[in-house]
């Protein structure tokens, strides 16, 4: 057995174990080492039948005397019960719903039970324990010891999996340690295979707290690493030195038809602060939704035309990119000359191409770009492709920089013109992360946050609704409608990465709406399935105003700006993270029109319904998301996932000590030295850029 030999090799996996071990993305032993179990349950010690006390979570060690299975009359369930005996005194056993039970287990087998136990009338019992006949080597897997217990899917039990782990693990010692020894002894971890073992299956809770600190500390440190590396090469390069013009920013601020916001102010000034040094920006600029980080971009792009330099902008999709362009339009009138660049368009404002064949557009506007006629480019990835080179690139604004990876980062770096210096370079997110979590995963960045709303914004009125009230709703929507708004409704993400899925409860929707609850009003889909085009025309034809309502997945959460949207209707709002229903909710509420966000639920459990509570009490896009980084984690917080954030499966923002030792250990390591850990921060890169 090799890290690379596929599931289906491995000891009783079928074809349809195999499928469902695929959804959880189980494809090889290897896959199956890093599938690390959520909790543990600590059957470790053995306690004499005669020493058990009600309640406690225990394993016994004993030999059945009589095992039997019965119908039970009135819940027609089978119940099977027992009664085994060490060598102290006898306890009672009951399996609801089992029947093979009495059938693997015969009167006389030694057998280890881990469970919960119970007092009735008649005494001691335990109740549907988890239990393991005794082999002759004595090695237990699920009972008498720490037992590993994994995030499931159906089709998939415990008992399944840890038996699959088993046979994974005689695969550790072909793991090679990637961290060098001298700086596994400086941080004081153990080797990375016998972590692996450890975490399926420790020993001891000091053997598992080894393990899972080494864990920890491999994926913060990538994290760390990749941030240094960033950093150093920034570092060694020189940008152009860009005077703040002080008088020319002033009259150009004033043009605006209102007041920049303190935090505007204040993040525009470190962005001027960082050009006018010729050691190159390297800055996130944070603000939620609508909080004006369009406005301060312009003003660093202005900067640098000013300083007869060109600027960029590059966005993650053709539909933001045009928003950009809109924008920038808008705030910078006939005065330059701005230009953009997408699969489907090619423009310059204010100018007309000699040519009329699309191709050869192409080719002028590339012409433009590299003799310096364009200040400002605006984009998409488009911009990145071989042929784009600038005249003299100052700065480049990237929105929602997670989607783009340091290689692309260096791509358009190179791009700049000079071949002595690197434009500054400003990224954008709308994604809330607390500050000390943006320190781990952008270590590399200075960071600028747009905390507060310009004033007068009418904050979106947000609410749970009733499920016996969701007619109202929609007689709400349909009055919205005839009053010339439109609407967006979101349908539940499925938990499993299958996109059909997601398509299924969008078109189902999609059929419900359009056929039984609005025949008369003009509705369209948009899912995951559909290819990027077809998906630019729906988002096109829904910014014309052609559609009323769109029906979507998640994918209209980033940025997309539709001002004359003013409901967003959440169907399933359990499912999404705090922070994406946020995403949500900042698509309306984007004009002088009062919004609406209304949340559907199906769940009734406590922790969900407090947590749409908190949801439709604060409009604090920070707020939201530290409230489910602490209670679900880096992985579920939108915008993380994308960030490779995913990848955090064991550490967590509270592993203080951790992180600050990875960082500690990667400033100014030298990559030459190291190259096993150059070529692991490339290899993490992928992976993320896979999902
Ligand atoms: P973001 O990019 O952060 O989502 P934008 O820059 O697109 O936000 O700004 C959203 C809207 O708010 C735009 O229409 C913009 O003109 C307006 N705006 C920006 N700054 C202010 C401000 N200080 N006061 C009032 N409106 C503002
Ligand atoms: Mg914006």
Redesign the pocket.
């Known amino acids: 057995m090799k890290l690379y030999t596929k599931v289906s090799q491995l000891n009783r996996v079928g074809g349809v174990l195999e499928r469902n071990l695929k959804r959880l993305q189980i494809r090889t032993v290897e896959d199956l080492l890093y599938y690390y179990p959520f909790r543990y349950e600590d059957y470790s010690k053995i306690i004499d039948i005669k020493d058990l006390v009600e309640g406690q979570e225990v394993t016994v060690r004993g030999k059945i005397e009589v095992i039997a299975s019965k119908r039970s009359p009135r819940k027609r369930v089978v119940v099977t019960e027992a009664v085994v005996a060490d060598s102290t005194d006898q306890l009672r056993i009951v399996w609801f719903g089992q029947p093979f039970i009495a059938k693997t287990l015969k009167v006389g087998d030694e057998v280890f039970f881990s469970g919960k136990t119970k007092t009735d009338m008649f005494g001691m019992q335990m109740v549907s324990p988890s239990y393991e006949k005794i082999s002759k080597h004595g090695d237990t897997v699920h009972t008498a010891r720490i037992v590993p217990m994994y995030p499931l899917t159906s089709g998939i039990t415990q008992k399944q999996l840890r038996f699959l782990m088993t046979q994974a693990v005689r695969a550790t010692e072909q793991i090679v340690d990637w961290l060098p020894e001298d700086i596994r002894d400086r941080v004081d971890v153990m080797n990375l295979s016998e972590a692996i073992k450890a975490i399926h299956f420790p020993e001891s809770e000091e053997e598992f707290q080894h393990a899972e600190r080494r864990l920890k500390f491999d994926e913060l440190f990538v994290l760390q690493l990749r941030a240094e590396m960033i950093r150093q090469s920034i570092k060694s390069s020189r940008a152009p030195k860009l005077e703040f013009k002080e008088k020319e920013i002033k009259q150009f601020v004033e043009t605006?038809?209102?007041?920049?916001?303190k935090d505007?102010k204040v993040s525009a000034w470190e962005i001027f602060q960082d050009m006018e040094t010729s050691e190159p920006m390297n800055r996130l600029l944070e603000?939620?939704?609508?909080?004006?980080?369009?406005?301060?971009?312009a003003m660093g792009l202005y900067s640098a035309v000013l300083n007869k330099h060109q600027g960029a902008i590059m966005a993650p999709t053709e539909i933001l990119a045009k928003q950009h362009f809109e924008?920038l339009k808008?705030v910078f009138g006939e005065n330059l000359r701005i230009g953009i660049l997408t699969r489907t368009e090619c423009t310059i404002l204010n100018f007309e191409f000699k040519s009329t064949s699309k191709a050869a557009q192409k080719r002028e506007m590339l012409e433009h770009i590299s003799k310096g006629d364009v200040d400002i480019m605006v984009g998409t990835h488009a911009l990145l492709t071989h042929d784009v080179e600038f005249k003299n690139l100052g700065l480049v604004i990237v929105d929602e920089q997670h989607r783009f990876g340091v290689d692309q980062r260096k791509t358009i770096r190179e791009k700049s013109g000079d071949t002595d210096t690197v434009p500054h370079f400003l990224s954008?997110t709308?994604t809330p992360i607390p500050r000390s979590f943006a320190l781990t995963l952008y270590g590399d960045l200075d960071l600028s946050i747009?905390k507060h709303m310009?004033?007068?914004r009418k904050p979106v009125q947000t609410r749970l609704v009733d499920p016996h009230n969701r007619n109202k709703a929609y007689t709400f929507i349909k009055d919205q409608v005839k009053k010339g708004r439109q609407v967006f409704v979101v349908c539940p993400l499925i938990e499993e990465k299958d996109t059909s899925t997601e398509k299924k409860s969008v078109m189902a929707e999609y059929e419900k709406l359009s056929k039984q609850i609005f025949p008369d009003l003009t509705i369209s889909y948009l899912h995951g399935k559909m290819l990027s085009k077809e998906k630019d025309t729906v988002m096109q034809k829904f910014s014309d105003g052609e559609i009323d309502i769109l029906v979507s997945t998640s994918v209209v959460e980033v940025?997309v700006?539709i001002p004359n949207a003013s409901v967003m209707m959440i169907e399933g709002a359990e499912r999404f993270g705090l922070a994406q229903l946020h995403q949500f909710r900042?698509r309306v509420g984007?004009s002088s029109h009062q919004s609406y966000c209304f949340l559907f639920t199906d769940s009734t459990t406590d922790k969900s319904k407090k947590r749409l509570k908190l949801f439709e009490s604060t409009t604090d896009g920070f707020k939201l998301a530290e409230h489910d980084l602490e209670l679900r984690g880096p992985g579920e917080v939108y915008g993380m996932a994308q960030s490779g954030m995913m990848h955090l499966r064991l550490a967590t923002l509270s592993d203080k000590e951790l992180i600050k030792l990875a960082r500690e250990v990667s400033r100014g390591i030298d990559f030459e030295k190291y190259p096993d850990l150059y070529d692991k921060v490339g290899e993490w890169e992928d992976k993320v850029h896979l999902e």
Do not use: H, N, Y
């Not at 939620?288 to 971009?297: E, F, I, L, Q």
């Open positions: 605006f038809p209102f007041e920049l916001t505007q603000g939620d939704v609508g909080s004006g980080k369009t406005v301060v971009a924008t808008k954008m709308a747009i310009p004033q007068g940025g700006d900042g984007r």
